[in-house]
Structures are given as C-alpha cells and as structure tokens.
C-alpha cells in the first residue's frame, strides 16, 4: 500500500553534518505526519523530529538547535538535516509516515527500513 524508501545515511565525524531524505511511494490518499526515529545498540526506538501535514515541527530536547525536519507534500518527501552531528547521534533511523491508503477509511504508520548513522569523535 505505502513504500517508504530512505536515503542519506552515512558516516561522520562529530561535528559534521548528514541530511536524511525520505520518499513515500504507492496508493496514497493522504499523508498526515511524518518522522523521523533512531534507535541506538540495544536501545528502543525513539523520536527524533516529525511535522505535521500543517507544517508543525516536534523535536527530541537533545537535537534542538542542530537538526531540522521538512516535507515536501508534493514529492510525499520527508528530510532531516542534521548539523553539528555528536557521537550520541549514533544510531539506525527510521522514516516514520502516517498515511491513509486509497479506499481505506482510516490510517496507519508505515516504517522504512532504517538508515545508518554513524559519528565518530
């Protein structure tokens, strides 16, 4: 129903930046937030940043000031901007997309299969 396809991981050292992309493909009707999550070695998964379909943006205390979260409702595009990268940063993010498909009458959350970070002080 709804493909997640992430992109833009990598690694860095502290200090440096990433910028995540995140493009939502398949029988949409419509998108409501997106996010993005990470979760770190034998750690749960935790959010990062997510906006509203009205642009209204949620940060984790620890990446305010650094990251910045934004969609493209044209392209059903979601993008994490990630500066002054710390070796906390370190982790698998996950693209996170609350959409209703096609002919459905509710919606639901939809994974990507998570992209590598990795900062190295």
């Known amino acids: 129903q709804v493909q997640l396809v992430e992109s833009g991981g990598g690694s860095v050292q502290a200090g440096g930046f990433l910028r995540l992309s995140c493009t939502a493909s398949?029988?949409?009707?419509?998108?409501?937030?997106m996010g993005w999550y990470r979760q770190a070695p034998g750690k749960q998964r935790d959010l990062v940043a997510a906006?509203?379909?009205?642009?209204?943006?949620n940060y984790a205390d620890s990446v305010k000031g650094r990251f910045t979260i934004s969609r493209d409702n044209a392209k059903n595009a979601v993008y994490l901007q990630m500066n002054s990268l710390e070796p906390e940063d370190t982790g698998l993010y996950y693209c996170n997309v609350n959409a209703r498909p096609l002919y459905h009458s509710g919606s639901n959350d939809y994974w990507g299969q998570g992209t590598q970070v990795t900062v190295s002080s």
């Open positions: 398949g029988r949409i009707f419509t998108i409501n937030a």
């Open positions: 906006v509203t379909s009205t642009g209204r943006t």
